[in-house]
């Protein structure tokens, strides 16, 4: 198989795996609203049906990116699946999706139930693996450059 290909930048990426996407964005890291677009663009331009984000620590997302990102998820009937060591972040994604966002939220070590909520395709849940290892590794060699 074929490694997905990453767009964006080392700072926020995704990946189009099949018919979902998954995004990866570094602690701290705030998206440019251009990148943001194009990442909207993604959701837009494909016939995607799940986007799974993966996030270590503070992930800023501007109130118009969250905006903007709502509505194309909505609007493309994506749901969202976010995989985050944050308990309080878990905690206000719980609440939206109360208000009827159709976004859950899991801790890492429930990465294979995500995958499995989220109906991710067995076929492709390897690569969600990579990615999500390879996103872990990457932010334990910043907070160790930050030490």
Same mark, same amino acid.
């Given at each position: 198989? @074929?490694?997905?290909?990453?767009?964006?930048?080392?700072?926020?990426?995704?990946?189009? @795996?099949?018919?979902? %996407? %998954?995004?990866?964005?570094?602690?701290?890291?705030?998206?440019?609203?251009?990148?943001?677009? !194009?990442?909207?663009?993604?959701?837009?331009?494909?016939?995607?049906?799940?986007?799974?984000?993966?996030? @270590?620590?503070?992930?800023?997302?501007?109130?118009?990116?969250?905006?903007?990102?709502?509505?194309?998820?909505?609007?493309?009937?994506?749901?969202?699946?976010?995989?985050?060591?944050?308990?309080?972040?878990?905690?206000?994604?719980?609440? %939206?999706?109360?208000?009827?966002?159709?976004?859950?939220?899991?801790?890492? !070590?429930?990465?294979?139930?995500?995958?499995?909520?989220?109906?991710?395709?067995?076929?492709?849940?390897? !690569? %969600?693996?990579?990615?999500?290892?390879?996103?872990?590794?990457?932010?334990?060699?910043?907070?160790?450059?930050?030490?």
């Amino acid at each position: 198989m @074929i490694p997905p290909r990453g767009y964006g930048t080392d700072g926020y990426k995704w990946y189009v @795996i099949g018919d979902i %996407v %998954v995004t990866r964005q570094m602690p701290g890291y705030s998206i440019a609203d251009s990148l943001w677009d !194009d990442f909207l663009s993604t959701l837009k331009n494909n016939e995607l049906r799940h986007c799974f984000s993966l996030t @270590i620590g503070s992930a800023p997302v501007k109130p118009t990116q969250r905006k903007s990102a709502a509505e194309v998820l909505s609007e493309n009937d994506i749901p969202a699946t976010v995989l985050t060591d944050n308990r309080l972040t878990r905690g206000i994604l719980t609440a %939206v999706s109360w208000l009827g966002a159709n976004v859950r939220s899991f801790s890492w !070590d429930e990465l294979d139930t995500a995958m499995e909520v989220a109906d991710v395709p067995t076929q492709y849940r390897e !690569d %969600v693996r990579k990615i999500a290892a390879e996103y872990r590794f990457d932010c334990e060699r910043q907070a160790s450059r930050s030490k």
